[in-house]
């Protein structure tokens, strides 16, 4: 349906204006059936099959649903150049004897201390400020601290020689309550093709929503 759609929309003359489908001309042009189903692939989720990972086209976007689980896998294929929105809402219970939550590209662990990562923490009444740190939770990072409540929207760039992710995030504990952080992570192997988005990790159990978007 998505192939179709495109060739459709490649037949008739770019609309200028912020939305084409929105154009009369060029809904008589493509058809109210053809932009009906453009709106509503748009809006739709992209299923896994259960197998394989998904293929996103550009604008294209995955959510998933997850209850009680330390393992959160993305099933979505990527490849050299691509750029990702990622965007994480849910809860769970803080554990100090935890990690940080991560994302693990291409589904397994890199190799010990292969990521550099920056970050800055923010809580009602202190900063934490600006460290460049070596990997040693040997993923991206998500969000700096455990806590009760959590959002987090990450941006993932692909490209095989300079492979990272730059993240802002927020939540909420009893202790010391409102958390703001941001976070820029660095996979320094400049030569492995980042294949399959990954997996994110979370302990302990975590339940929420995670959705994800192809942006280029």
């Known amino acids: 349906m998505w ?19 929105a154009s009369a001309a060029y809904r008589a042009a493509v058809g109210e059936a053809m932009c009906t189903a453009i709106i509503s692939e748009q ?33 979505i294929a990527c490849g050299d150049g691509q750029v990702y929105e990622i965007e994480i809402v849910g809860s769970y219970t803080p554990a100090a004897a935890t990690g940080n939550p991560i994302l693990k590209p291409n589904n397994s662990t890199p190799v010990t ?68 952080g941001w976070m820029d992570s660095t996979w320094n192997d400049t030569t492995t093709v980042w294949s399959s988005l990954g997996t994110i990790i979370m302990a302990p159990a975590w339940t929420g929503q995670i959705v994800c978007r192809r942006v280029a």
């Open 3 to 21: 192939t179709a759609m495109q060739a459709a929309i490649a037949a008739v003359p770019p609309y200028q204006g912020s939305d084409p489908v």
């Open 113 to 180: 201390n292969s990521f550099t990562i920056q970050y800055g923490v923010q809580t009602q009444a202190t900063i934490v400020g600006n460290f460049s740190v070596a990997g040693a939770d040997n993923g991206f990072l998500l969000s700096a601290g455990q806590a009760s409540l959590l959002s987090a929207q990450a941006t993932i760039f692909t490209s095989t020689a300079t492979k990272r992710s730059s993240t802002h995030s927020s939540s909420y504990n009893t202790v010391p309550n409102y958390v703001s």
């Open 43 to 75: 809006n739709s989720p992209v299923a896994w099959d259960g197998t394989n990972d998904r293929v996103l086209d550009v604008g294209q976007f995955t959510k998933d649903s997850f209850t009680s689980a330390t393992s959160m896998p993305l099933h």
